[in-house]
């Protein structure tokens, strides 16, 4: 008798431990912790307030009120933000080029055959702005591209047609035009209208507006309005987009690009 009761006590002794054990060990079925992610109407309450329910002039106005505060870079540390907001999401060692699409070495910056530079997708010569601090460094425009593809566009205007070169990518271009490829459609458009509203002739740099022409040479304008509503229209922001958008908000220029956040504000103001 005295040992069976012995080897109930240690029996319950023993269950005892095992519940305490699993009480206080942590759960392994628990829900995790759920990443918060930042959306564009995350801002309409507050960088985006003194806009939000305008159109028209009046939308353009302070939208560009808004934008108009942002650090600006010089043009030399433009490589070093590239780096960081074109990533490759699939290989943090490269930077994806914007008209080829094409993946490629962070370290192959520069201005030689098989580099990537820095491309004004709203060309320096469409403003005489070049690459002082100001339009010239402003990387919500500034994207990477192949040495010789950043030559093919040239200061060309932005239209539907033409004819693929090397390395486009799906890119195409003729003689006073160039279309980019169908994934970054919306992308150059919304850079573009960006453009228009954040440069307004008002602190030293020339009046930037977009209108309905292919052979805008040197003047302060690009085209064409109705070609890049529709790509605005048809290629909607995409993650790259987004997080690219963030990036230059976070790290670098602190303002962000209105029509990623909203690309309906363009039919809103054009």
């Known amino acids: 008798m005295l040992a069976i009761r012995t080897r109930r006590r240690k ?15 942590p759960s392994l079925t628990a829900t995790p912790a759920t990443a918060t992610t ?7 309450s507050t960088y985006y307030k003194d806009a939000i329910g305008k159109t028209g002039d009046s939308l353009k106005s302070s939208l560009h ?14 490589w070093d933000a590239l780096k ?3 990533q490759d ?5 490269n930077v994806v080029l914007l008209y080829s699409g094409i993946s490629r070495s962070k370290s192959l910056n520069g201005g030689d055959t098989g580099d990537w530079n820095r491309e004004h997708v709203w060309a320096k010569s469409h403003g005489d702005f070049g690459t002082s601090t100001g339009p010239g460094t402003d990387i919500h425009h500034l994207r990477p591209e192949d040495v010789r593809v950043n030559g093919v566009r040239g200061n060309k205007d932005f239209d539907n047609g033409g004819s693929g070169f090397t390395d486009s990518g799906g ?10 490829r169908d994934a970054v459609k919306g992308d150059v458009a919304r850079m573009i209208f960006y453009m228009a509203v954040r440069y307004e002739g008002g602190d030293g740099w020339a009046d930037l507006e977009v209108n309905g022409s292919v052979d805008n ?7 064409k309005l ?11 922001p995409d993650a790259f987009e987004e997080r690219r958008n963030q990036v230059i908000y976070d790290s670098y220029q602190h303002n962000r690009n209105p029509f990623v956040d909203h690309p309906e504000w363009v039919e809103a103001i054009w």
Do not use: C, H, R
């Open 11 to 25: 029996a319950v002794a023993l269950a005892t431990a095992a519940v305490l054990a699993a009480l206080a060990a």
């Open 38 to 44: 930042t959306t564009a109407s995350d801002y309409d």
């Open 65 to 78: 009120t808004i934008i108009s505060d942002q650090t600006k870079l010089s043009y030399s540390a433009v």
């Open 84 to 86: 960081v907001t074109d």
């Open 89 to 93: 999401p699939a290989d943090s060692g």
């Open 171 to 180: 890119s195409l271009t003729d003689s006073d035009s160039f279309e980019p």
């Open 217 to 223: 040479g040197s003047s302060p304008y690009i085209g």
């Open 226 to 236: 109705d070609v890049l509503k529709q790509w605005n229209d048809e290629d909607p």
